[in-house]
């Protein structure tokens, strides 16, 4: 029986370690990166449990901007911007009796307009977590914002205190702005420092590509989380995959506003893709989304990413489709800095995320071109990286 009882042991330990090789020779199969062009970056952060991705992707885009003009490398309060922008929305909200937009969400343009009437501060100087928390956990704060503007609304008049009430909740959750503050032995107020990165915010535009719009006009984009009523130039797909590709090899960033909730996107392997084959898409957005999955769920809900996924040949119709039907939302913002090839020469985009440094590439990950042109909402870019043809186009 001992001899028996062994030679059984000895059988589950060689099948224990066949499959635990199997399993390492599963997960080092996968996609492996050729970087052909790269903008130089300042690391990813951590927006964490807040819906604030924006304002990361598009103080993402101006700190890449400001190591481009060689002003070296910043670190931007994103928190300034969320602050400044909730009291706008709570104005709006009520001039609108409840009928905008009230919601942790916004858009690139947010950043640019929030900067110029109230400037910029560093992440030292405001790192908007006065609430207990050393993470950014948005959960109460929204909640509690919404039911303050919720409660105003319908009164037969506003007092003249509510701004105040207002001003008072922001800051006890995000801290008292400064006046001014010291930067590197410089003292500076948020609008000198503003004026002291030399960053022209009249140079940045948003583009995106629909069919419901004139091609090479403005139009107010219908999302949601458009709140300021921002203007977005219309071209073309494939217009819109060159002008990408033109800014990122003359060294400028891509602010990317995109939809990730599809198993195509799998944070997990940091690649988003767009599979020849149909499967039911994630619900909810964003970072909270995977993480309430369980162990199951999430080994159900990815494909196999080992490389050899056949992708959809996207056209302007499907894009069009996706987004009238609420397949394409806009779900998340990011940051495009640079090109690469797959071990099969296919095209991909190196993709600034905001969910912190703890992944497969240090908080970036790859989107196929396919994935760029389906699920790309609108991009944010300065427009001295658009072509001579296509600013003529565009009437710049």
Known sequence: ?????????????????????????????????????????????????????????????????????????????????????????????????????????????????????????????????????????HGEIDKVLEAFCKSLVGQKTLSTAWKTAFNAILDAYFGKMPENFTYKGVNYTPKSFAQSLGLNLDDYVEIGSYTHQPFYKPFIIEIPDNWMMGSIQNVPMDEMIQIIDNAIENGYSIGWGADVSEKGFSW?????????????????????????????????????????????????????????????????GMVIVGIAKDQNGNKFYKIKNSWGNESKYDGYFFASEAFVKYKTIDFMINKNALSKEMKKKLGY
């Not at 300034?80 to 009520?94: P, S």
């Not at 790192?127 to 993470?135: H, M, S, V």
């Not at 196999?304 to 119709?317: L, P, R, V």
């Open 268 to 332: 997990k392997n940091a690649v988003a893709i767009v599979p020849d084959e149909d499967k039911t898409d994630l619900s909810g957005t964003e970072r909270d989304r995977w993480e309430k999955l369980t162990a199951a769920e999430k080994a159900k809900s990815a494909y196999s990413f080992d490389g050899t996924a056949k992708e959809k040949t996207i056209t302007q119709e499907m894009r069009q489709e996706a987004f009238d039907n609420y397949n394409t939302t806009d779900d998340h």
């Open 1 to 137: 029986m001992k001899r028996v009882f062994i030679t059984i042991i000895g059988l589950l330990f060689i099948g224990t370690t066949a499959f635990a090789q199997d399993q390492k020779k599963e997960e080092e199969k996968g996609y492996t990166f050729t970087i052909t062009k790269e903008i130089p970056s300042t690391p990813a952060k951590d927006q964490s449990r807040s819906g604030t991705c924006w304002s990361f992707s598009g103080i993402g885009l101006l700190e890449s901007e400001l190591l481009k003009a060689g002003k070296g490398e910043y670190d931007l309060s994103e928190m300034w911007i969320v602050r400044n922008a909730y009291m706008e929305k709570a104005e709006k909200y009520l001039r609108y009796h409840g009928s905008s937009n009230f919601a942790a969400g916004g858009g690139f343009h947010d950043i640019t307009e929030m900067i110029k009437k109230y400037g910029i501060v560093p992440e030292e100087a405001y790192k908007g977590l006065n609430y207990g928390e050393t993470k950014h956990n």
